[in-house]
């Protein structure tokens, strides 16, 4: 019998019939998109730069023109229509005030200064000046503006911009221009700001007034009823009664309760005194079972003794009279326990009456608060529209003070260099353009090649990349080597020393800890530990599993199972004269096999042994499965090292007599063609899968590595099949970290 049909697969194993394929899901995963642009931010950097570098250079081959700005900065002015233009429309219309005009739009105020009205007179002292020195320049209207930009850079700011091919026609039309510009804003404000002003201290009078009445009105209702805000009082008196409502709720329950009782205990009292006490008051009763106890006794006696003996006799005639006493102080505990019942009876009785007076009391001072409660509010919102009506015409009016002091222009030149002569600056007529276009083509395609080069590249690259791409549930994830940082561990301090160890060593105690969740019904007692391709790491991940398994208490046996490449042992630090190939192939005795890892107490190794010229044959015989099964009785749990999956049958075929596999995807080197192809043997295979471990990952916190990135220098991240690659550092490494 298979491992399988001893040990059913735990609810949450994933079957392989179920895993995703990535190609048929479809859709944009924005994530990934974003993930791959940042890999390659440099390329996309590089083409950008070069892009923009070839527009501006382009750009710099044309003819220079000079070009020359200046910023304003504007302020709607208004006369006594704009006065009231933030004053409530109720106010207005009381007063007879025609509706205020709106504000003119920033968009109104740079078609004005375009205008031929503003900028007629500019271009004829423009033309007087060099139409005899430029012939070949158009100074008319059209020709002018078309190199004239207005545009609002921010609020109440108007950025002006103007573009010639002749450095002192700009100048000198820039400063016209601005001259031009304050005269203009100075003409608009002569619209009576001393009339609105006028305006605004007549309509304030009546507003000073009703505030006046309305305060005196709130502070007369507060005296008078002895509060601050009705509301709050209401919100209290509301709360406490209902306060005393759940009181006297619960009161009446336990009156209820007490009820039911007494009238239980009245029956019991019905009974002969002598009767065992049914009743759960009595029965809880110590004194009273303690007197029934001795009654009974004493009955018990005297049934006893009459056998032999008539009520004459001395014993007979005792014991009647030490079973009368009983009764009688048995009728004194009766009575006690009625009255002390009869005693709370009362007392709730008198609580629950004086209960629902307080409520009473309560509900009738809040229907009269209610009255109050209305004048109150009615007072606050007249009151609130007096002084919101009053505090718009204030501000107004401080503000119409304030411009009335400023008899100069309104507007004002924020660059002051402009009231010299300034040199306008030789710029590329289409340099800036070239740069936007350049820079955004260059983005675009930056972008582009990012996209099609990290889709060339076919590896994955985060956890989250795995997960997606199979719906396995992802068991752990493993910090890879260079992430952690290269430090000689030697230079460390012993705290910081024990903290790395830690911090490390709790990923896999994480990854065995999930492993146990997924059997919640069935113990997963083995394992295989495989990858879908070479340098995954899945021996490094073996290895640090079974330490943590053991350092939890746990006699584990780690199986190299690679009879192609067998490296384990070397890893751990032992010998491979004898292994797994001699215990199958010579009927050996495993026990006489396996050896102790010098790693952990808890850890014991069965090592390869020799390469068969046939490894699928062994594993896959009948000898293979009975070990298996042998093991899997002997040891808490049995940790299998098996090649990787594609292109070698070893991993399934021992997966099948286990409790499932384990997928180790090494990121950065696991290429999707060949993830996606294990995925595809499995399910053929219909081998049992318990989830997948992302290996090597950059994706580690600081907070969790800070220490470590100072201490893991030699630990194997990486299974280096084929390449003889080993480092025996591991073992001490590992020896150090479980037994800190």
């Known amino acids: 019998m298979l491992k399988t049909e001893k040990y059913p697969r735990p609810l949450s194993q994933v079957n392989a019939a179920q895993l995703s394929n990535p190609e048929e899901e479809g859709g944009l995963n924005l ?15 590089g083409v950008t730069g070069v892009m923009a570098t070839a527009a501006v250079l382009k750009a710099e081959s044309d003819p220079p023109v000079y070009q020359g700005e200046f910023e304003i900065l504007t302020k709607p002015v208004t006369g006594e229509s704009q006065a009231i233009s933030n004053v ?55 020709s002018v503006v078309a190199g004239l930009t207005i545009a609002s850079k921010q609020q109440n700011i108007l950025e002006v911009e103007f573009v010639s091919p002749k450095e002192d026609v700009a100048k000198d039309f820039l400063k016209l221009l601005a001259d031009s510009y304050l005269e203009y804003s100075l003409a608009e404000r002569q619209s009576d700001v ?33 509060l601050v805000d009705p509301t709050l009082k209401a919100q209290e008196i509301s709360t406490h009664i209902a306060t005393l409502t759940q009181e006297r709720l619960e009161n009446r329950v ?40 001795q009654i009974l006794d004493v009955n ?13 006799e001395e014993g007979m005639k005792r014991l009647n009279e030490q079973k009368a006493f009983m009764l009688s102080m048995l009728e004194h505990e009766r009575a006690r326990v ?37 004048e109150y509010d009615n007072i606050q919102r007249e009151l609130k529209i007096a002084t919101d009506g009053l505090n718009q015409f204030l501000t107004k009016e401080q503000s119409l003070r304030i411009e009335e002091a400023q008899k100069q222009q309104p507007w004002k030149l924020l660059d002051p260099k402009l009231t010299k002569v300034t040199e306008p600056q030789a710029v590329s007529s289409g340099a800036k353009r070239n740069l936007a276009l350049g820079g955004a083509l260059g983005l675009l395609l930056g972008v582009g090649a990012a996209l099609v080069v990290d889709k060339l590249s076919n590896v994955f690259y985060s956890s989250k990349e795995i997960k997606e791409a199979s719906l396995l549930p992802l068991l752990g994830v493993v910090p890879f080597k260079k992430e952690l940082g290269a ?52 021996s490094t991940v073996a290895i640090h599993l079974a330490l943590a398994a053991a ?48 790693l952990e107490d808890n850890l014991f190794v069965l090592a390869a042994g020799p390469i068969p010229p046939d490894s699928v044959r062994l594993l896959a015989s009948q000898k293979m499965q009975d070990l298996m099964n042998e093991l899997q009785a002997s040891f808490d749990l049995v940790i299998y090292d098996t090649p990787p999956m594609v292109g070698f049958a070893d991993a399934n075929l021992l997966a099948a007599n286990t409790n499932g596999a384990i997928l180790v995807a090494g990121l950065g080197k696991l290429k999707r063609t060949v993830f996606q192809q294990a995925l595809e043997e499995i399910q053929v295979s219909g081998t049992p899968i318990l989830g997948v471990v992302a290996n090597k990952s950059k994706e580690a916190t600081p907070a969790a590595y800070s220490h470590y990135q100072k201490y893991y220098k030699q630990s194997v991240s990486s299974d280096s099949v084929g390449e003889g690659e080993q480092r025996n550092s591991v073992s001490a490494s590992s020896t150090r970290i479980n037994r800190r």
């Open 194 to 226: 001393k009339q609105a002003i006028d305006f605004v201290e007549v309509q304030k009078k009546p507003l000073e007034q009703r505030v006046q009445l309305w305060q005196e009105r709130l502070r007369t209702l507060r005296q008078v009823n002895n």
């Open 487 to 538: 430090s000689d561990l030697q230079e460390l301090d012993g705290a910081l020393q024990q903290a790395a160890r830690v911090s490390f060593f709790e990923v896999f105690r994480s990854l065995y800890t999930n492993i146990l969740l997924l059997g919640s019904d069935t113990p997963i007692r083995s394992l295989v530990i495989s990858s879908p391709g070479q340098e995954d790491g899945k």
């Open 88 to 142: 409530p429309q109720t106010l207005s219309s009381e007063q007879g005030i025609a509706t205020p005009e709106r504000l003119q739009p920033v968009e109104t105020t740079i078609k004005v200064l375009q205008s031929p009205v503003v900028l007629d007179p500019v271009i004829k002292k423009l033309q007087d000046k060099y139409q005899k020195k430029y012939p070949k320049l158009d100074f008319r209207y059209d």
């Open 338 to 374: 009625n009255r002390d019942f009869q005693s709370r009876i009362n007392d709730l009785q008198a609580r629950d009456k004086y209960l629902g007076e307080k409520v009473n009391s309560l509900n009738g001072y809040l229907r009269g608060l209610a009255t109050v409660s209305r």
């Open 300 to 312: 018990a006696q005297i049934g006893k003794r009459s056998s032999v003996y008539t009520d004459e």
């Open 254 to 293: 336990q009156l209820e309760q007490m009820t039911v009782k007494y009238q239980g205990l009245q029956s019991e009292f019905a009974k002969q005194p002598s009767a065992a006490a049914s009743n759960s008051v009595l029965s809880d009763n110590p004194r009273y079972q303690k007197l029934l106890d």
């Open 31 to 45: 994530g990934q998109v974003g993930a791959s642009l940042r890999r390659r931010a440099l390329l996309i950097a």
């Open 551 to 598: 350092a939890m208490g746990q006699r584990v046996l780690l199986v190299d199972a690679n009879l192609r490449y067998p490296t384990l042992h070397k890893r751990v630090g032992l010998m491979n004269i004898q292994g797994l190939t001699d215990v199958i192939s010579q009927d050996l005795d495993w026990s006489n096999v396996i050896e102790r890892s010098p």
